[in-house]
T-cell receptor, first 116, second 115 residues
Framework: AQKVTQAQTEISVVEKEDVTLDCVYE???????LFWYKQPPSGELVFLIR??????QNEISGRYSWNFQKSTSSFNFTITASQVVDSAVYFC?????????????FGAGTQVVVTP | EAQVTQNPRYLITVTGKKLTVTCSQN?????MSWYRQDPGLGLRQIYY???????DKGDVPEGYKVSRKEKRNFPLILESPSPNQTSLYFC??????????????FGEGSRLTVL
């Protein structure tokens, strides 16, 4: 069975602070995919990144960066110099390759609140 | 514009009154899926469909039905809604078969309240 744990329910920061969202996953698959989605207050799900299990390179996209550590089964997400527009719920998700057709297993989500 | 469209976006109904949430995608995707989102639980898969006339249960299928008569449409049916089905529902689609690793495209969500 697959599992994604986002232990932080809510994180509150002041604008310009950095914020790191933790994601720990469990899977028996040797090949799998990890995702991050953003859900702003308007409710839609916005795809942020997909990472393959065989590619442990960290990635940076603007103020966003992701740290994938296979040894600790973690895929953490950092927002640098946070802005009010970053206020949202962020979901980490896992897709295995041996069980049902590409189901995304989501974590419970982390609410990020950025105040001016 | 490539999109997944759900209707209605918001609905308040009463216990036992059958309802259908429609989902349509214009990307010719083979795979479609329904998720529900509840506080503290993230999103959980209800049903999915690999192609026309091929559907299967996800993690929380009780109380729901689906059909896939056309490639573009994947309606979610609540035959006798109950208050525990009050939730935010998302339809999603992607191309390809089981091995496809492409991202899921999500609809905008349908917020359902059952009184």
């Amino acid at each position: 069975a697959q599992k994604v744990t986002q232990a932080q329910t809510e994180i509150s920061v002041v604008e310009k602070e950095d914020v790191t969202l933790d994601c720990v996953y469990e899977t028996r698959d040797t090949t799998y995919y990890l995702f991050w989605y953003k859900q702003p207050p308007s409710g839609e799900l916005v795809f942020l990144i997909r990472r393959n299990s065989f590619d442990e390179q960290n990635e940076i996209s603007g103020r966003y960066s992701w740290n994938f550590q296979k040894s600790t089964s973690s895929f953490n997400f950092t927002i640098t110099a946070s802005q009010v527009v970053d206020s949202a719920v962020y979901f980490c998700a896992l897709r295995g390759t041996t069980d049902s057709w590409g189901k995304l297993q989501f974590g419970a989500g982390t609410q990020v609140v950025v105040t001016p | 514009e490539a999109q997944v469209t759900q209707n209605p976006r918001y609905l308040i109904t009463v216990t036992g009154k059958k309802l259908t949430v429609t989902c349509s995608q214009n990307m010719n995707h083979e795979y479609m899926s329904w998720y529900r989102q509840d506080p503290g639980l993230g999103l959980r898969q209800i049903y999915y469909s690999m192609n026309v006339e091929v559907t299967d249960k996800g993690d929380v299928p009780e109380g729901y039905k689906v059909s896939r008569k056309e490639k573009r449409n994947f309606p979610l049916i609540l035959e006798s809604p109950s208050p525990n089905q009050t939730s935010l529902y998302f339809c999603a689609s992607r191309s390809g078969g089981r091995a496809n690793t492409g991202e899921l495209f999500f609809g905008e969500g349908s917020r359902l309240t059952v009184l």
